[in-house]
């Protein structure tokens, strides 16, 4: 939880990471340029090498410089609530949006068949994952890529009509983890109706940074809830009452955790709420599904 001082939200070990990230984007660069000098001095068989090796580390470069910045942002966003010149302290994926230039962002990471933890940028990516959910079709579940506005209700008969009536007219995923090992996905929802390579390359840069700090297996995991201790994760505390009201619906339905969120979900969407708005309802008895 934030409480201005540290845990989580440390100034001086975000402050430290920035420096972190950026002392890894200098190296990579310096190994970069050894091997874009040598591929034009070596002999003709080795060149070949030498470029790849340099492509390698100027791509290991941009990810861990793109970390810096967004994590710099952040820690900007931070100092000037601190200082009092903003109400409220600032959310870490809300920072990164406005870092990288795309308004509507959310991160879903998948624990499970049919489960998954959700932070958001702003109500727009919110009402849209929930739709996602309610669907149970849209970008976040699907293979990273990119879908303009003519292929949104083609690809997603459901989502697609529902998204545009938020206004997005196009979607950007990019995979969170490793190949090999995904975790979930980063997906930007767009109000053009075309998403333009910058855009989605941006999407991308900040998927490999948060892969890189956030998810990355070495994060330090904080005590108290067991989750790694950086921010994006700390509104993921909002996700603790979603879980309440799925488990009370589970006694008051008869039904499985999934049948459960799902009801959640479907109300939600029905009343124009958001779905943390709903569960709310539920687990302080103001409202029942009944």
Not at 170 to 185: F, K, M
Not at 188 to 202: N, T, V
Request: net charge negative; hydrophobic share 45%.
């Amino acid at each position: 939880m934030w409480d201005g001082t540290g845990g989580r939200y440390d100034q001086s070990a975000l402050r430290e990471l920035v420096e972190a990230e950026r002392g890894r984007a200098d190296r990579a660069a310096g190994v970069a340029l050894r091997h874009e000098i040598l591929m034009e001095t070596a002999v003709e068989p080795m060149r070949p090498f030498h470029r790849r090796m340099a492509e390698l580390h100027r791509a290991t470069e941009g990810r861990h410089r793109a970390a810096a910045d967004l994590h710099a942002g952040y820690v900007a966003a931070v100092k000037d609530w601190a200082a009092g010149r903003a109400d409220v302290p600032p959310a870490f994926l809300a920072a990164v949006a406005e870092n990288a230039g795309v308004r509507s962002l959310a991160v879903t990471l998948f624990s499970g068949p049919g489960t998954a933890a959700v932070v958001v940028s702003d109500p727009v990516a919110a009402r849209a994952n929930d739709l996602e959910c309610v669907f149970g079709e849209g970008p976040s579940r699907e293979m990273p890529g990119v879908c303009a506005e003519r292929e949104l209700s083609s690809r997603w008969p459901r989502f697609g009509p529902a998204a545009k009536e938020l206004g997005v007219r196009a979607v950007v995923s990019a995979r969170l983890g490793l190949r090999e090992a995904p975790l979930g996905t980063l997906t930007a929802y767009r109000p053009e109706p075309e998403p333009d390579a910058e855009i989605a390359r941006s999407t991308e840069l900040v998927a490999d940074a948060l892969t890189a700090t956030a998810l990355h297996p070495d994060t330090r995991l904080d005590a108290e809830d067991g989750l790694p201790v950086h921010p994006l994760f700390g509104d993921l505390d909002l996700e603790i009452v979603v879980h309440h009201a799925t488990g009370m619906v589970m006694a008051t339905q008869d039904c499985t955790a999934s049948d459960a969120l799902a009801l959640i979900h479907a109300r939600a969407y029905a009343l124009d709420e958001s779905v943390i708005e709903v569960a709310r309802t539920i687990v302080n008895r103001t409202s029942t599904l009944s």
